[in-house]
Nanobody
Framework: QVQLVESGGGLVQAGGSLRLSCAASRSIVSTRTMGWYRQAPGKQRELVAAITSGGITNYADSVLSRFTISRDNAKNTVYLQMNSLKPEDTAVYYC??????????????WGQGTQVTVSA
């Protein structure tokens, strides 16, 4: 098991930026697939960004070129830098950790979520 603690959410104006952080309870960020997911009111949970242990990244089309996922192995922390935020980005954002062979939208371990609200 792994504990994931998220921080950095809040209220921001459209066009602004936020950086989300996800701290893991043990040294797993460098060896697991880490991801950020979000769920907006009335919508399905969706993948925002993911990064493999080898550094390969994957982004939702809606956030490509605006969001960047990264990790600091020494701090055992994964980040999501969000720029040019839009009201459509408003959602609860969840950190996820999984072994590379685990598939599915609901697989792995999850953080508690952090609220991101973007005003027009």
């Amino acid at each position: 098991q792994v504990q994931l603690v998220e921080s950095g959410g809040g209220l921001v104006q459209a066009g602004g930026s936020l950086r989300l952080s996800c701290a893991a309870s043990r040294s797993i960020v460098s060896t697991r697939t880490m991801g950020w997911y979000r769920q907006a009111p009335g919508k399905q949970r969706e993948l925002v960004a993911a990064i493999t242990s080898g550094g390969i990244t994957n982004y939702a089309d809606s956030v490509l070129s605006r969001f960047t996922i990264s990790r600091d192995n020494a701090k055992n922390t994964v980040y999501l830098q969000m720029n040019s935020l839009k009201p459509e980005d408003t959602a609860v954002y969840y950190c996820n950790s999984r072994f590379p062979w685990v598939a599915g939208i609901d697989g792995g371990y999850w953080g508690q979520g952090t609220q991101v609200t973007v005003s027009a």
